[in-house]
């Protein structure tokens, strides 16, 4: 198999992780529950929409301030603060950035994977934005 191929597979699977977590999922004791869609929900508008656009933008300032030696590759150090950040933040649905093509460097593309993965999945009508409802499927209607 290819290794471009693996990188889907792989950022499907830590979806499927965090996605089967779901609303039955119950959070250790002192420990917060964050849904899966709380990655996105930092790019959305002022209505709580978020656009492919917005995160894609959003994306791209956030590696950027991650590649502290701007040379377009996360290395282990850079990767691992990220990772570091995203526990900190929320605990046991963090995705960590994986370097999935093992070449030293998490670039944008593999930095990006799971957010883009996650948006398409919850982009069911393909229109690419996400409403609230979008971001939170069979949760109460968000504000």
Not at 13 to 30: D, F, I, K, M, N
Not at 58 to 67: P, T
Not at 99 to 113: M, S, Y
Request: proline content about 8%.
């Amino acid at each position: 198999m290819r290794r471009a191929a693996v990188i889907p597979i792989l950022a499907s699977l830590v979806l499927l992780a965090t996605g089967c977590a779901g609303s039955r999922h119950r959070p250790a004791p002192g420990q917060q529950w964050h849904p899966p869609s709380e990655m996105l929900e930092k790019y959305a508008d002022k209505k709580g929409v978020v656009t492919r656009a917005a995160m894609e933008a959003g994306l791209r300032a956030d590696f950027a301030a991650a590649d502290k030696n701007h040379d377009g590759c996360l290395d282990a150090d850079e990767a691992r603060a990220v990772n570091e950040e995203r526990w900190k933040k929320n605990a046991s649905t963090a995705s960590p950035l994986i370097d999935f093509r093992h070449n030293g460097c998490v670039d944008f593309d593999e930095f990006a994977a799971t957010p883009r993965s996650l948006f398409d999945q919850l982009d069911k009508n393909g229109d690419g934005k996400l409403t609230p409802q979008e971001l939170h499927p069979g949760g109460p209607a968000q504000p």
